[in-house]
């Protein structure tokens, strides 16, 4: 489960736009912005670092209590983060204001649990095809991460979403059918496969008893 006890101090921003975030980035602090509940969308700053630290910790997915000053201000959930395509660096976030019994949607990372059979006793490969699932349930319980029991999977066998061990009171809203991992032979052993296959031409059957039909004779 997600940490619960996830606090962020902010500082609210009396400008914005793009000088003003830039000028909070150089200054190591991060523009983030605070909306949900029909309320006017809010702008804050926060302390790079703190940020970072906070989403180590569970903020990814847990719920935040934010502070202004020491005192309380918003509970919310990290919604979106926007970092530099080069440095990797947070240059923005936004949060989503959310009650501590409300039923909300989040994407939450999956996990496999387990060594996979096709893995190991068939020297396959496992295959993380989606990394995400969505759920849906109380904000204040949202867990860090989803399992998903590989073990008996053997090759040419995959897990869905279906499958995921949910915590009480989450149900799922990822199609159930999605495949999430699936166990493939290896690239070598894939090639073998190939070359073992018997071409078009090779898997054509013989024909038993049928003779070549005479050419037909000129009448007289």
Known sequence: MATKDLQLHVERRAESGTSSARALRANGKVPLVLYGHGSVPESFAVE????????????RTGMITLTDDGKMKDTALVREIQRDPVSRRIIHADLLRVSANESVRARVPVVATGSARGVRDFGGVMDVLVHEIEIEGPANALPSQIEIDVTELGIHEHAVAGDALLPKGFAL?????????????????????EAAAPTLEEAQPEVIGEKEKPEAESAP
């Open 48 to 59: 790079l670092r703190a940020f970072e630290d906070l989403l180590l910790h569970g903020g």
């Open 173 to 193: 809203v990822t199609s159930t059918d999605t495949v999430i991992i699936a166990i493939e032979p290896s690239k070598t052993a894939h090639q073998l496969e």
